[in-house]
């Protein structure tokens, strides 16, 4: 099982993102600040729902945004399973398609 693909939107520095994967190694190449542990987090927090850096939800999304959007797909033996976490700064709502 791996994460195949992953979209962001309105994700802390990213305005819009999609991103696919390797079933083997994957390298984040980018200057200081330009989002690699943002994109790290954004990984975390579609898996648990929280971040591993802030308690804060709301600073995860955009500033000057109303959500942010982490869209990914997981890649199992047998098809795939959709995963979408959608914030806001009243809420927090998961989706997931198994
Ligand atoms: N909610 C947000 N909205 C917009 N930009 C944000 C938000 N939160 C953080 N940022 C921006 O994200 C950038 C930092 O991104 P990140 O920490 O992922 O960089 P990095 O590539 O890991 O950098 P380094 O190589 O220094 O570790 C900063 O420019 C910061 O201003
Ligand atoms: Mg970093």
Redo the contacts with the bound molecule.
């Keep these: 099982m791996y994460l195949s693909a992953l979209q962001l939107d309105h994700y802390?520095?990213y305005d819009q993102v999609a991103l696919e994967f390797s079933p083997d190694t994957n390298v984040l190449i980018?200057?200081?600040?330009?989002?690699?542990?943002?994109?790290?987090?954004a990984i975390y927090v579609l898996a648990l729902a929280r971040s591993h850096r802030t308690n804060n939800d709301r600073?995860?999304?955009?500033?000057d945004?109303e959500f942010a959007k982490i869209t990914g797909q997981v890649q199992r033996t047998v098809g795939q399973v959709p995963l979408e976490l959608v914030l806001s700064h009243k809420a927090k709502k998961p989706r997931s398609i198994i």
């Design positions: 802390r520095n980018g200057e200081n600040a330009q989002g690699k542990t943002n994109l790290l987090e600073e995860l999304i955009q500033w945004s």
